[in-house]
T-cell receptor, first 112, second 114 residues
Framework: TQLLEQSPQFLSIQEGENLTVYCNSS?????LQWYRQEPGEGPVLLVT?????EVKKLKRLTFQFGDARKDSSLHITAAQPGDTGLYLC????????????FGPGTSLSVIP | GAGVSQSPSNKVTEKGKDVELRCDPISGHTALYWYRQSLGQGLEFLIYFQGNSAPDKSGLPSDRFSAERTGGSVSTLTIQRTQQEDSAVYLC????????????FGSGTRLTVV
């Protein structure tokens, strides 16, 4: 069974701090996606990582895909209150590329 | 439309009643997905439509749940004889071709069964 685990489950930090959240699996994924979900809204795609070892940067957010394509991390530099939300990682199933499974998410709260 | 539209945004229903949730995907998107998100949880896959193919219903939790997609566009998720454990946010997403990089989600319908 393909599963995605995320840690930590909850994170509360002060504005300006740095943080890293993790997405792990015992399975290899052909790609992983990161989404951010704000209260009352649906998830919004932030990035897709495809190549093992790949690093992508989106302003203050840095995404990394593990060499073995079983894990990924999201690092936020100088967090701002606008970064508050639920961060979800997701990846396509082995058996059906066009169906995606989601991790349980990391709930981030950035305190002004 | 410009995005995925879901209605209603909130629904409170009594246990045992039937409910219908609607999803209007982005025009031209062939793939449509329904997910369920319980409080503090990740997304649970329910059902997937792709073009004219038979839908993948493998995620539907019971036979009280059904969904249809008319004309390759609007989709309706129906829950019969609702139970309290059905309370959740029901999210719809569409994608141009089913590729995982292309999901656009609606804002969801928050269903509360009392």
């Amino acid at each position: 069974t393909q599963l995605l685990e995320q840690s930590p489950q909850f994170l509360s930090i002060q504005e300006g701090e740095n943080l890293t959240v993790y997405c792990n699996s015992s399975s290899v994924f052909s790609s992983l996606q990161w989404y951010r979900q704000e209260p009352g809204e649906g998830p919004v795609l932030l990035v897709t990582v495809v190549t093992g070892g790949e690093v992508k940067k989106l302003k203050r957010l840095t995404f990394q895909f593990g060499d073995a394509r079983k894990d990924s991390s999201l690092h936020i530099t100088a967090a701002q209150p606008g970064d508050t939300g639920l961060y979800l990682c997701a990846g396509p199933r082995w058996t059906s590329y066009d169906k995606v499974i989601f991790g349980p998410g990391t709930s981030l709260s950035v305190i002004p | 439309g410009a995005g995925v539209s879901q209605s209603p945004s909130n629904k409170v229903t009594e246990k045992g009643k039937d409910v219908e949730l609607r999803c209007d995907p982005i025009s031209g998107h062939t793939a449509l997905y329904w997910y369920r998100q319980s409080l503090g949880q990740g997304l649970e896959f329910l059902i997937y439509f792709q073009g004219n193919s038979a839908p993948d219903k493998s995620g539907l939790p019971s036979d009280r749940f059904s969904a249809e997609r008319t004309g390759g566009s609007v989709s309706t998720l129906t829950i019969q004889r609702t139970q309290q454990e059905d309370s959740a946010v029901y999210l719809c997403a569409s994608s141009p071709d089913g590729a995982p990089e292309g999901y656009t989600f609606g804002s969801g319908t928050r269903l509360t069964v009392v």
